[in-house]
């Protein structure tokens, strides 16, 4: 099972920041959070991973809460290619370690 | 590099049938993850190898589904005899299971089951 909490959708304004939040309060020590997203039936795509400090690469920031029960992703300025479902997952640093999917956040765009 | 290609894109059979979906994992990725996605049960995890090893096969859902990996650059995913109830995307997912990496798990397009 999942072992996070996000809302089932989302809706934000183009070139907005997009801020998707997820719950996940009984991540163990060794866990980090991984955002996936996956554009309309393609295959899920990775996004930004972090295990307590907030992370930032080319596509998202990741703020993770001091007691690590609870993070955000920023997506910046949104554009229309980011409507999506965004899913968090909660896994160990081991590469093969499979993700469990929950249910995501369904984010819609709209110009 | 090509990504994680997997085969057929999209596949229609009648109920009985034998299905086997292809999966090419990314040169040099030594692990390797099938997992099915339907509107009902979202993405679910069938089974995954780790260097042509099943690993855990607890996702796959009965008898009628078997997964080999019989090197590091094929794996198959058979379904004997198929049934509507399996139409789904399939997933094919590798990555590599040591060193720096981020862990990233890289899927390809998938393949697109209808059973009749």
């Known amino acids: 099972d999942a072992k996070t909490t996000q809302p089932p959708s989302m809706d934000c304004a183009e070139g907005r920041a997009a801020n998707l939040p997820c719950n996940h309060s009984?991540?163990?020590?060794?866990?980090?959070v991984y955002w996936y997203r996956q554009i309309h039936s393609q295959g899920p795509q990775y996004i930004i991973h972090g295990l307590k400090n907030n992370e930032t690469n080319e596509m998202a920031s990741l703020i993770i809460t001091e007691d690590r029960k609870s993070s955000t992703l920023i997506l910046p300025h949104a554009t229309l290619r980011d409507t999506a479902v965004y899913y968090c997952i909660v896994r160990v640093f081991s590469g093969n370690t499979p993700l469990v999917f929950g249910k995501g956040t369904r984010l819609s765009v709209i110009a | 590099d090509a990504g994680v290609i997997q085969s057929p894109r999209h596949e229609v059979t009648e109920m009985g049938q034998e299905v086997t979906l292809r999966c090419k994992p990314i040169?040099?990725?030594?692990?390797l993850f099938w997992y099915r996605q339907t509107m009902m049960r979202g993405l679910e995890l069938l089974i995954y190898f780790n260097n042509n090893v099943p690993i855990d096969d607890s996702g796959m859902p009965e008898d009628r589904f078997s997964a080999k990996m019989p090197n590091a650059s094929f794996s198959t995913l058979k379904i004997q005899p198929s049934e509507p109830r399996d139409s789904a995307v399939y997933f094919c997912?590798?990555?590599?299971?040591f060193g720096r990496g981020t862990g990233e798990l890289f899927f390809g397009e998938g393949s697109r089951l209808t059973v009749l």
């Open positions: 040169s040099g990725h030594n692990s």
């Open positions: 997912a590798s990555n590599l299971s």
């Open positions: 009984t991540i163990s020590g060794n866990e980090y």
